[in-house]
């Protein structure tokens, strides 16, 4: 993906390569970011040059992140060669996995905050996007998405929180509908957070396939 | 080479068999080199309609050490992508062979990733379906836990294995006991101790006269993974060979033996100790990390216990159930000894709580509000959601495909050779067996009572056979 170090003849492919992550980091699908790129982990195993499994390692990271894979992010890390691990920014992010996996939220936050001032996100990417603003953007997103994490967690697994421990977890001002109560210092109360998972199941309108899915069910079992 | 190359693209369907031996034949040498025109044959062949031969010729160029890999790497990704089944199944030793030559050059690359792509290609692409186990699938899951990458391997490791062809696929046992032992060690690093423990089940209980050293390490791991996943030791199943009992059971396993007897206890003091105390064993077999998560499963064991008995609980309370209440009986009167917990002691509990709650694993709220109190609720899923039902759907599909699969296997087993020789013997021994008692019975031998209104032109036939013609 850096183009001074590749050939020539490999150019078009990381262009074509570049292209797809942007329109997967613009869609917001993830998964498909960090499948194209574990693909191309193993798909090249020879031909990546150290500064490309570098990118390409330091990209992964931040989606497994993002998807909350922390696991996948340790064996990543784990089986990094020594100059992914010696670079800075991969180093950085390596700092954030291990805060994450103890849950120390605010060594996180701080880590990452630090990160993305050294790479700060454009609103849109370029054509075919530098391996430099991909990463300004997943680490964005990634970053974004433990906070939403923590606020859904919070909300929750809460009733009512000491505000210095919420602002710790959600690394920000939390939402303006938790009402403050002076209580053995200032203690946010949360709205209502025990409700029911998922919709209650509708009338299908599909009674023709269940009939037949029955129909499959009663005959296996004559069978049988 | 010119040779083995015009014999290779002039072979017809029906001498591939000859082919094969001719090859077989062949020296690595003459394998390895060029044409007389200096062509590499890798090149020259097609992978497709040529796979017997360009397997050979790979087979040999990936075992020399001093070989340019590039290309014999590139000749490999190219061709398990196109090889006809057919071709190779005549030659399975060499299909094992060629999974074993990439895994060393791999590996003596030091460059593991580069095998995972090539074997799972492989596999995906040579049995007829995904549930028949190849000798390439326990190289694969190894070369996947060298390398460090454990998703790699799941679109292989997911699938069951339910057929077992040695003689098809060149398997050994030692094949089957490795694939179920490796795969237990991904489904141990992705998280999944149910499937982990399913395999090594599986491992444990293969038939066998003589317990292999395999079946010993997979017992190490059945305990700790038991305790993870049951809270307490499972043992084998009763169809275990006794063989492979006595070895599990004996000195090889009885740190472990032992970590699980302080794991009946329930005292997480106690298994504590006894974590130190095998600290060594543990770290030599490589499953201290196991151990260690064992302690951390009965904390969360302990508070899961606790929303069986309490609707609301203090975290202090629930601190000290964790940290070190243990009855000390002294002078004939048992004694509670409270060590004093840490400030950070309920904030740790806090934490685990709120983990727990993250994984679903239970249902509760924290409130600061009233002094640290937890609230334990029940279960929100109501289960009569789109989800539930179409997931409901899919596990009753499952279990008719299993269903009819055993039925299938069942008949297959019924009409085999071996099985309609041995059921006949069997019925030779029971009917000389009931022809004696019956001899019995009319001499009275056995009091003489009791014989059936037919029984006589029963014993004319059994004696004077059927009429001849």
Redesign the interface.
């Known amino acids: 993906m850096s183009k001074s170090h590749s050939p020539k003849s490999d150019q078009p492919k990381e262009a074509t390569l570049s292209r797809q992550l942007a329109e997967f980091v613009s869609a917001g699908d993830i998964s498909a970011f960090a499948a194209l790129l574990?693909d191309h982990?193993?798909?090249n195993?020879?031909t990546l040059s150290p500064a490309d499994a570098t990118t390409t390692a330091t990209l992964l990271l931040c989606a497994y992140i993002y998807l909350n894979n922390l696991?996948?992010a340790r064996?990543l890390i784990?089986?990094s060669s020594q100059s992914t691990l010696s670079d800075p920014r991969f180093n950085v992010l390596n700092g954030c996995v291990s805060a994450l996996w103890i849950?120390d939220l605010p060594t996180f936050y701080a880590t990452m905050a630090s990160f993305r001032s050294t790479f700060p996100a454009n609103s849109t990417l370029s054509a075919p996007p530098t391996p430099d603003e991909l990463i300004a953007a997943i680490s964005k997103l990634a970053d974004e998405a433990v906070k939403d994490r923590m606020l859904k967690?919070v909300a929750?697994?809460?009733?009512?929180?000491?505000e210095t421990?919420a602002i710790s977890l959600l690394g920000k001002q939390p939402p303006v509908e938790w009402k403050r109560?002076e209580?053995?210092g200032v203690?946010l109360?949360l709205p209502s957070?025990?409700?029911?998972?998922?919709?209650?199941?509708?009338q299908?309108g599909e009674g023709a396939k269940q009939l037949k899915?029955l129909t499959?069910?009663v005959v296996?079992l004559q069978m049988? | 080479m010119d040779e083995v190359a015009a014999h290779i693209i002039g072979a017809e369907s029906k001498s591939l068999e000859k082919l094969h031996h001719l090859l077989k034949t062949a020296s690595q040498n003459v394998l390895c080199s060029q044409t007389s025109d200096n062509k590499d044959p890798l090149l020259l062949l097609n992978p497709s309609t040529h796979s017997l031969g360009y397997l050979h010729i790979l087979v040999a160029r990936l075992s020399q050490p001093q070989a340019d890999h590039a290309v014999a790497v590139s000749a490999a990704s190219n061709f398990v992508d196109v090889f006809d089944r057919k071709q190779v199944n005549i030659a399975p030793e060499y299909m094992n062979m060629f999974g074993q030559a990439i895994f060393r050059l791999a590996d003596r690359l030091q460059r593991p990733l580069a095998a995972i792509s090539i074997l799972r290609k492989a596999i995906l692409g040579w049995p007829e379906s995904p549930a028949f186990l190849t000798p390439l699938h326990p190289i694969l899951f190894k070369a996947c836990l060298l390398a460090k990458n454990y998703t790699a391997a799941l679109p292989v490791l997911s699938v069951d294995i339910s057929e077992v062809q040695p003689h098809a696929y060149n398997l050994r046992v030692q094949d089957f006991l490795l694939h179920h032992y490796y795969g237990a060690m991904l489904w141990i690093g992705l998280k999944r101790f149910d499937r982990a423990f399913d395999f090594l089940q599986l491992c444990i209980t293969a038939p066998a006269s003589v317990c292999s050293v395999i079946q010993i390490e997979a017992y190490r791991k059945y305990v700790l993974v038991s305790l993870i996943l049951h809270g307490s030791f499972v043992p084998p199943p009763k169809y275990t060979s006794a063989a492979v009992i006595r070895a599990c059971t004996s000195s090889y396993t009885s740190a472990y033996t032992d970590f699980a007897q302080s794991a009946k206890t329930g005292s997480v003091n106690r298994i504590q100790q006894a974590l130190l105390k095998y600290h060594e064993h543990f770290a030599k077999h490589r499953n201290l990390g196991l151990a260690k998560q064992c302690v951390q499963s009965f904390n969360r064991r302990h508070v899961q216990q606790l929303t069986q008995t309490y609707i609301t609980l203090s975290l202090a309370d629930i601190a000290k159930g964790i940290r070190s209440t243990e009855s000390v009986v002294e002078g004939g009167q048992e004694m509670e000894t409270d060590t004093a917990l840490e400030p950070d002691a309920f904030k740790e509990v806090e934490r685990l709580v709120l983990r727990m709650v993250e994984e679903n694993q239970v249902f509760a709220t924290i409130s600061h509000r009233d002094g640290g109190m937890v609230s334990f609720h029940d279960l929100p899923d109501k289960f009569n959601t789109e989800q539930t039902a179409t997931t409901m759907d899919d596990q009753i599909r499952k279990s008719i495909a299993i269903s009819e699969r055993v039925a299938r296997l069942s008949k297959e087993i019924g009409l085999s050779k071996d099985y309609v020789s041995k059921t006949m013997q069997m019925e030779l021994i029971k009917g000389s067996s009931d022809r004696t008692s019956a001899t019995l019975m009319t001499t009275g031998g056995l009091g003489g009572a009791g014989v059936g209104p037919n029984y006589d032109d029963e014993m004319q036939y059994e004696f004077d056979g059927p009429d001849d013609a």
């Open positions: 574990e982990e193993l798909s195993p020879f696991d996948a064996f784990k089986r849950r967690l929750r697994a809460y009733k009512s929180i000491n421990d109560e209580s053995n203690v109360v957070s025990v409700g029911e998972n998922g919709s209650v199941r509708k299908s899915d499959e069910y296996h049988a």
